[in-house]
């Protein structure tokens, strides 16, 4: 699966129906009133949050929305149906924003099942009976349906994650992630293995937590270096982040610095979050020099620093025991697991 973390869509809401021109013939009933009935109403553009999505994809595929229009009113005062509203799946944690310079957030589904209506179908015009009165017995005149509204927006994607890891390019981030939770993510001994973030579900002594990889940042990400920093947005709703440092990399306290340097640069809070840090590769380095790593990263960021090794499912159990801790309360069951493959927009 592809990731897509933004889209831009058209959407318009339906037409009213146009109101009817009507007079009542009867056999035997010699001047039978107006009897026009009013247009129906246009379906109206609904947004919807649904879970078990973590890409926009689809909406590469399918672009413009429209929804359906009122139909006409009718003779015999009969109203013209309404026009379906349109009801348009997207990811939970998706914003929808204005396709204008500040990109004005217009909607953010935080919440499975959340509904959203964006636009208004138009209203149905009026028939000619509702114009009738004791100077004007006779009227012919109606209205055309109030037309349907239309825009383009954007759909911007920020993963809705308990907790985000970020370190280096090659620091262990999807390693990790694999030997906590039922993602498999592509591994590999080389920077920028991981292009797109991915969830996965952590379950630990009966609690639960979604976790969220994403790819490794540099020096100067902030300024666009590597893959730079648009996955970040992807960590700006997690109560926490995971700071892996490669262990049997040369200088570990430099690279806690570089990462913490572009947390910084990136802005939207994300170096005011808590963050746990971890060292990865225990097992590639020898008690001694890990534990002269761990003091040193301990002097320079005044947090613990937790020693693991993900493949050899070592050190694993104080970490995710210090995580659950700091969730609190976020980190309670969460029932429905994500079913995933029929998925569409529609
Ligand atoms: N020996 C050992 N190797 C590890 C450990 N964790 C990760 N590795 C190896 O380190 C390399 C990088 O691991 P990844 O999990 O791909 O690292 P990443 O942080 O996701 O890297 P990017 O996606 O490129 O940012 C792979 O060859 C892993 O097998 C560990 O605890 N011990
Ligand atoms: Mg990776």
Do not use: C
């Not at 869509?9 to 035997?28: L, M, T």
């Not at 879970?51 to 929305?65: E, K, V």
């Not at 006779?138 to 993963?159: F, S």
């Not at 610095?257 to 225990?282: H, M, N, P, S």
């Amino acid at each position: 699966m592809h990731f897509l973390d933004q889209a831009k869509i058209f959407v318009r809401s339906g037409a009213g129906g146009a109101g009817a021109v009507s007079f009542r013939r009867e056999k035997f009933i010699e001047f039978g009133g107006p009897d026009g009935g009013d247009g129906g109403k246009g379906g109206d553009i609904v947004f919807e949050a649904v879970p078990g999505l973590n890409t926009l994809i689809d909406f590469r595929y399918t672009q413009h929305f429209r929804a359906p229009r009122g139909k006409g009113g009718a003779g015999s005062n009969r109203t013209g149906a309404g026009g379906e509203d349109l009801v348009i799946k997207v990811p939970v944690g998706t914003q929808i924003l204005a396709d204008d310079e500040d990109r004005t957030l217009l909607a953010d589904l935080t919440v499975d099942g959340e509904q959203v209506v964006l636009l208004k179908g138009g209203l149905g015009g009026r028939g000619n009976a509702s114009y009738k009165s004791s100077t004007n017995r006779a009227p012919r005149q109606h209205q055309t349906g109030e037309a349907g509204e239309e825009m383009w927006v954007w759909l911007r994607l920020k993963l809705l994650a308990d907790v985000g890891l970020v370190g280096l390019p090659n620091a262990g981030k999807s390693t990790f992630l694999n030997s906590v939770t039922n993602a498999s993510a592509k591994v590999g001994d080389y920077p920028f293995t991981t292009l797109r973030p991915q969830l996965g579900v952590v379950r630990h002594k009966g609690r639960e937590f979604v976790l969220a990889d994403i790819p490794g940042l540099i020096e100067g990400a902030a300024e666009g270096a590597g893959i730079g920093d648009r996955f970040l947005g992807h960590v700006e709703r997690t109560r926490l982040l995971l700071h892996l440092i490669d262990g049997a990399a040369e200088d570990p306290v430099d690279a806690w610095r570089i990462v913490r340097g572009e947390l910084e640069g990136y802005g939207a809070g994300l170096d005011d979050k808590a963050e746990i840090i971890a060292l990865t590769k225990a097992d590639l380095v020898d008690d001694k020099r890990r534990s002269k790593i761990a003091k040193a990263l301990e002097k320079e960021s005044g947090a613990k620093v937790y020693p693991v090794s993900a493949p050899l499912e070592e050190g694993l159990d104080p970490l995710l025991d210090t995580i659950i801790e700091q969730l609190g309360s976020a980190a309670e069951a969460v029932d429905q697991p994500a079913e995933e493959g029929t998925w569409s927009p529609l």
